[in-house]
């Protein structure tokens, strides 16, 4: 009996210990500057990617990143490809109809871009205009909600460096975007001194949500925890503000 309750003990905590140590895939759209893309050798880089690892190393999993294009984001988690996105996606009703979600672990508002010369006084002023966003986005459903419904012609991409290069090209008046990502990317390149944030910052929660949470497969309680556990303990070691400091100038963690 002795022999059997210790090969029970042994059994147990090399169990612990794998679940301590194995992969956590985690799914990234590296297209979305500065919270998730590529460096020049093609290695993920960014906020997203930089929290991601730290939350690893806090809960001693071993990040293995996953691409995917963002309107698959979720039916590959149910497909169980990965098993958490974290990619500044957006905590909504709708998608917690499907998934659940951790925390946020930062919130920042989005707003219109628009061409300098496009005079702007709410939405049913640039009727006819053309708006690219990023499909299956919070600000796909934004631009839907608020902007077709004044006659904004609304053109879906996959990604969203695709809807900068059809501005760019000339093919579309602007775009609706987290703050931060077009401030921090297309703003700041040759020929964003063009355009120009026009109208109030876009918290909507109808739209936007609560904040960029981490989604992961319902009926994860305990790596739900964990992660939460997680973002707290590197919000409150140093590790977050570190993260945060590089990219930005101010917390993002937000409101």
Do not use: H
């Not at 600000?139 to 059809?166: F, H, N, R, W």
């Amino acid at each position: 009996m002795k022999k059997l309750l210790l090969a029970a003990a042994i059994s147990a905590l090399c169990a612990s210990a794998f679940a301590q140590g194995k992969d956590l895939k985690v799914a990234i759209d590296p297209t979305y500057e500065p919270f998730t893309f590529k460096t020049a050798d093609g290695k993920p880089t960014g906020f997203d990617v930089d929290i991601a690892s730290a939350l690893c190393e806090q809960i001693k999993r071993k990040c293995v990143f996953v691409e995917q294009a963002w309107d698959g984001m979720i039916p590959g988690l149910l497909a169980k490809k990965y098993d958490v996105i974290i990619s500044s996606m957006s905590i909504t009703e709708e998608r917690l109809k499907q998934v659940d979600f951790t925390d946020k672990y930062y919130n920042t508002p989005s707003k219109i871009v628009l061409k300098k010369d496009i005079k702007f006084d709410g939405p049913a002023s640039i009727k006819g205009k053309k708006i690219g966003v990023l499909k299956a986005s919070t600000q796909e459903k934004y631009a839907q909600g608020e902007l077709k419904t004044k006659g904004v012609e609304i053109v879906s991409y996959d990604a969203q460096d695709q809807v900068y290069l059809d501005i760019k090209a000339g093919r579309l008046d602007g775009t609706v975007a987290d703050t931060l990502e077009v401030g921090g990317g297309f703003l700041s390149k040759p020929g964003g001194e063009n355009y120009q944030f026009v109208g109030p910052e876009l918290y909507i929660p109808k739209y936007f949500g609560t904040g960029a949470g981490i989604a992961l497969r319902k009926g994860q309680a305990d790596l739900k925890k964990e992660l939460n556990a997680g973002i707290k303990a590197i919000r409150g070691n140093g590790k977050y503000k570190a993260i945060n400091d590089k990219y930005f100038k101010f917390d993002v963690y937000g409101k």
